[in-house]
């Protein structure tokens, strides 16, 4: 009878082991996974207030003075945006203009981007626009010929550090005009990095 109790007695001791074996791992676990976790949310955009907007200014052939597309970034509150955080990009099938901050962007300010047409006379240029501008794209064509073949635009704008997409839409354009791609006989543009100003 006494080996038998003996034998018995050993359980209680084994199990605390497991049991403490198995709270050590756990907890070990756990602590990479919380630790990676917050790393990972230390990279994302701390804020949520920018806000962007497109507008189109549609006309008729031979009126291509008002053809125009107005982007507008705004910071709606809260924290200021670092230049190098926000990246926004325009595409119209292979063409894209991509536009970027040169400067901080604090709460209540907005920035804008502005692409219109150029018939390479310069008497289609809206008089309040420069084509010289940081922030003016003179690429919109009014020849079907000379443009995608596509009634709508993407626009994106992407927290560059994390790579986080903050903002993703397919807007439907007129398709009476379009972002030029290029001469032909020239080499064809395709991407236009201009400055939000």
């Known amino acids: 009878m006494r080996g038998l109790s003996d034998k018995r007695a050993a ?11 198995i709270t050590v791992i756990l907890g070990g676990v756990v602590g990479v996974f919380a630790f990676g976790v917050v790393d990972d949310l230390g990279e994302k955009p701390t804020f949520a207030a920018l806000e962007l ?17 107005e982007l507008e970034l705004t910071n709606r509150g809260g924290e200021t945006v670092d230049a190098d955080e926000i990246v926004v990009y325009l595409d119209h099938g292979n063409q894209r203009v991509t536009g970027t901050l040169n400067r901080s962007l604090r709460a209540g300010e907005t920035v804008e981007l502005t692409v219109v047409h150029n018939n390479q006379g310069g008497n289609t240029i809206p008089g309040d626009v420069n084509c010289a501008d940081v922030n003016v794209a003179c690429r919109l064509a009014g020849d079907e010929a000379n443009y995608p073949d596509d009634d709508q635009i993407r626009l994106q ?15 439907s354009i007129s398709g009476e005009y379009g972002i030029f791609n290029g001469n032909p006989s020239d080499i064809d543009i395709t991407d236009e990095t201009l400055t939000f100003a």
């Open 11 to 21: 359980t209680p001791a084994v199990g605390i082991v497991l049991i403490v074996a």
């Open 53 to 69: 907007t497109f507008e189109e200014e549609p006309a008729s052939a031979p009126d291509y003075g008002k053809f125009r597309w």
């Open 157 to 171: 704008m992407i927290h560059e550090p994390s790579e986080s997409t903050l903002y993703r839409e397919q807007i």
